[in-house]
């Protein structure tokens, strides 16, 4: 069964997409099949892996929006056993482009359940902000990563991140764990 993990913090430059890459990458080097999703509308982890974000034909913003299916767009990267749903500038209206539809909060996850156990993980590069994209991945999440920065700003910002996530595992997704 697959394991769905966020990088989720509402600060940036936390190391949010480092993480993710260095993981997947070491997952798929001891053999694991990986999919990165890249929930960035600056969609550095689609160009971490070599990828023109622009060139895409489909990307996590068609996915959330035109109902695009995932398997429709994910990209093989130069790494055996790891792929990538790239992200795209336009991602950044989603939130807007969402605001009515019903079950808005689930769009990820359904998404997901479409995949068929493909991938043994799927790690989600969330913005930093707690929007409606991070809510998809928290919803769609088995658990989070928050990296940190070892400073007093940030741990007032993690206090803060953790009742957000307690909240959203109250209300949306009681399995999600820290």
């Given at each position: 069964?697959?394991?769905?993990?966020?990088?989720?913090?509402?600060?940036?430059?936390?190391?949010?997409?480092?993480?993710?890459?260095?993981?997947?990458?070491?997952?798929?080097?001891?053999?694991?099949?990986?999919?990165?999703?890249?929930?960035?509308?600056?969609?550095?982890?689609?160009?971490?892996?070599?990828?023109?974000?622009?060139?895409?034909?489909?990307?996590?913003?068609?996915?959330?929006?035109?109902?695009?299916?995932?398997?429709?767009?994910?990209?093989?990267?130069?790494?055996?056993?790891?792929?990538?749903?790239?992200?795209?500038?336009?991602?950044?209206?989603?939130?807007?482009?969402?605001?009515?539809?019903?079950?808005?909060?689930?769009?990820l996850k359904n998404a997901l359940n479409t995949l068929d156990n493909k991938y043994d993980y799927v790690l989600i590069d969330c913005p930093p902000s707690l929007n409606l994209i991070t809510l998809n991945a928290?919803?769609?999440?088995?658990?989070?990563?928050?990296?940190?920065?070892?400073?007093?700003?940030?741990?007032?910002?993690?206090?803060?991140?953790?009742?957000?996530?307690?909240?959203?595992?109250?209300?949306?997704?009681?399995?999600?764990?820290?």
């Amino acid at each position: 069964m697959v394991k769905v993990i966020s990088i989720a913090n509402r600060k940036g430059g936390v190391g949010k997409t480092t993480t993710a890459v260095n993981i997947a990458t070491a997952m798929a080097a001891i053999g694991k099949n990986v999919l990165i999703l890249d929930m960035d509308p600056q969609g550095n982890a689609t160009t971490s892996l070599g990828i023109n974000k622009n060139k895409c034909l489909f990307s996590t913003y068609d996915l959330m929006i035109s109902n695009c299916k995932i398997e429709d767009a994910i990209i093989k990267t130069d790494i055996k056993k790891f792929d990538i749903l790239p992200s795209a500038p336009a991602l950044a209206a989603a939130e807007i482009e969402l605001s009515d539809v019903d079950k808005r909060e689930y769009i990820l996850k359904n998404a997901l359940n479409t995949l068929d156990n493909k991938y043994d993980y799927v790690l989600i590069d969330c913005p930093p902000s707690l929007n409606l994209i991070t809510l998809n991945a928290l919803v769609s999440s088995d658990s989070v990563i928050v990296p940190l920065q070892s400073e007093f700003l940030a741990l007032e910002g993690l206090a803060d991140l953790v009742k957000n996530i307690n909240t959203i595992k109250r209300n949306f997704n009681p399995k999600l764990e820290i």
